[in-house]
């Protein structure tokens, strides 16, 4: 399907450095896009892949080096001037105006709105160009109203509308299902057939192997090389993005677990427009156990996790914790029974984007020792505290008085995670807990979350990747519209067979 890109540079960045705080985010960094091709940029979380994309993008202007645009030096003073001369950029965190439909974020920021630009033209436009790159949307549909997935093709078809010639996606796939991601992957090699250049971040490897041509690593700032992605196996991609071999930690077989600590009984959650999201769902939970919760997303995931941890009051069932109903308790009162919550937002609701990092790991626990003597609470010990989780669950980036939440995507899913731990969890929920992690982070949030599993802790996993859950779960339950359509050992689960019961359909009873 790769055909070979011309030869012609598209972009070409030499010597770029950009500092933060003085953390060097770049550090002489070069990089050589080809006009045609698709460019994977890999490297760990923190490697500087979105500061060098924004860079490009005129969010930000390097402190030195140039940046070449088709043979001739170019400085973006912003996004605008970058996307007037056909260069655009999908952010990590999309940039949509949630109360505004598709077609008014199309007229947003273009250089005709006003003049010639009007409301019928561009919905012709918007779904004209829907159709020639498979990405379906309404144009009259509200931001809010569409999932992510969607949002994210209004994102790219709002640049192509623009006629950019560079598309720089900044991990697309992290909030795509399977499919979706396949269909993206159509949607970039159209691009490229078409002489356009399309910057592809991501962590997944199968991912770069698939879809790219060439692929360019970043290590601490540093680029570490280039390769023709033919030339080189996702091995040797992992061992120059970590700089040693990595093995994915996968989970050994249990025969016995302990007691049953979470007792899921018939539950009913609402969904937000009335209609019921969680329609009777039934499980057990033992110590030790990790139960995968596979589906599309949307069909319960949020309301069953909300429901869970006190966040939805459920409309009927039972959540019984260790033998005691914890079904219309708070939320404190969930964090006193010990039962740990990472949620699918990491700053929406996760961390409090503008606290520390020490702030944040406290956040769960300053109501109690060290944190608080009494009714004092002790300036030290969020220091002292802050400090040895940060050294022991390896969060880097950290520095006194930063807000959390410039800090790059996998450490801030690495604080999330050992705050959670650092309560002594009988319980763990999890929402996809390696989503957008790089290999280095994703072995040790798994480690992480293994070494409490043979602590005894009770684990629920909700996630939308496959790889994520197989290598995890223990037990496999599939739901679909709010109700649980499948459950399987995991030694009898395959991709395959979890991905026919999440579309709903139905399998045949074996004779
Ligand atoms: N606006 C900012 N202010 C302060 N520090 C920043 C800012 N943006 C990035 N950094 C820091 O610069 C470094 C590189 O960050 P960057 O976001 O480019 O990494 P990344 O490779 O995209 O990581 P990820 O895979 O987690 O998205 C990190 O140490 C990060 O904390
Ligand atoms: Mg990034």
Not at 37 to 53: D, F, I
Not at 255 to 272: A, R, Y
Not at 282 to 295: K, L, M, N, P, Q
Request: aromatic share 4%; glycine share 10%.
């Amino acid at each position: 399907m790769t055909q070979a890109p011309t030869d012609t540079l598209a972009v070409e960045l030499c010597g770029v450095d950009k500092s933060f705080y003085g953390v060097k985010a770049n550090d002489n960094v070069d990089f050589k896009l080809a006009q045609g091709e698709v460019h994977a940029l890999l490297g760990e979380n923190g490697a500087g892949k979105s500061t060098l994309c924004s860079i490009l993008a005129g969010l930000y202007r390097p402190d030195a080096g140039d940046v070449f645009f088709e043979g001739e030096e170019v400085t973006f003073k912003n996004p605008k001037e970058a996307l007037a001369s056909g260069v655009g950029m999908v952010y990590q965190h999309f940039r949509l105006v949630s109360n505004l439909t598709v077609a008014e974020n199309f007229a947003l920021g273009h250089p005709d709105t006003g003049v010639r630009l009007n409301q019928k033209e561009i919905h012709k436009a918007a779904r004209e160009l829907g159709e020639k790159y498979d990405l379906p949307i309404d144009p009259a549909a509200r931001i809010w109203q569409l999932s992510v997935g969607e949002q994210q093709r209004v994102e790219i078809l709002k640049l192509l509308y623009r006629n950019v010639k560079i598309l720089i996606l900044d991990e697309p796939t992290a909030v795509l299902t399977p499919q979706e991601g396949q269909a993206l992957f159509k949607t970039m090699r159209q691009m490229a057939a078409e002489g356009r250049s399309v910057i592809f971040v991501s962590h997944k490897l199968d991912e770069v192997k698939q879809v790219s041509d060439r692929v360019t690593v970043l290590r601490n700032g540093k680029t570490v090389g280039g390769v023709a992605t033919a030339d080189a196996d996702t091995r040797e991609l992992a061992r120059m993005m970590v700089g040693r071999d990595l093995v994915l930690p996968t989970r050994d077989t249990v025969e016995d677990f302990g007691d049953v600590m979470l007792s899921v009984k018939d539950l009913h959650v609402p969904g937000d427009r009335g209609l019921e999201a969680v329609r009777g769902m039934s499980f057990d939970i033992r110590e030790g156990e990790v139960i995968g919760i596979a589906g599309v997303s949307g069909n319960g995931q949020r309301e069953l996790a909300y429901g869970l941890v006190g966040l939805r009051k459920p409309s009927a069932g039972s959540v019984v914790l260790d033998g005691a109903d914890i079904t219309n308790n708070t939320v404190l009162e969930h964090i006193d029974a010990h039962q740990g919550y990472v949620p699918q937002s990491r700053l929406g609701m996760g961390l409090a984007p503008g606290l520390t990092t020490d702030e944040n790991l406290a956040l769960k626990a300053y109501r109690s020792p060290p944190y608080s003597k009494g009714r004092r609470l002790v300036a030290s010990a969020f220091r002292d505290e802050g400090d040895r989780i940060v050294d022991e669950y390896d969060i880097r980036g950290v520095r006194p008085g930063l807000p959390i939440r410039l800090l790059s995507g996998g450490n801030l899913q690495k604080a999330l995670v050992a705050r959670e731990i650092e309560l002594e969890p009988k319980v763990l929920i999890l929402r996809s807990p390696t989503r957008g992690l790089d290999v280095g982070a994703t072995e040790q949030v798994r480690n992480l979350i293994l070494k409490e599993r043979a602590r005894g802790v009770a684990t629920l996993l909700i996630s939308e990747d496959l790889d994520e859950l197989l290598a995890l779960s223990d037990r496999l339950l599939v739901i679909f519209e709010g109700e649980i359509v499948g459950e399987m050992p995991a030694e009898e689960a395959t991709a395959e067979r979890l991905g026919l019961l999440m579309s709903g359909q139905v399998e045949e009873a074996s004779a």
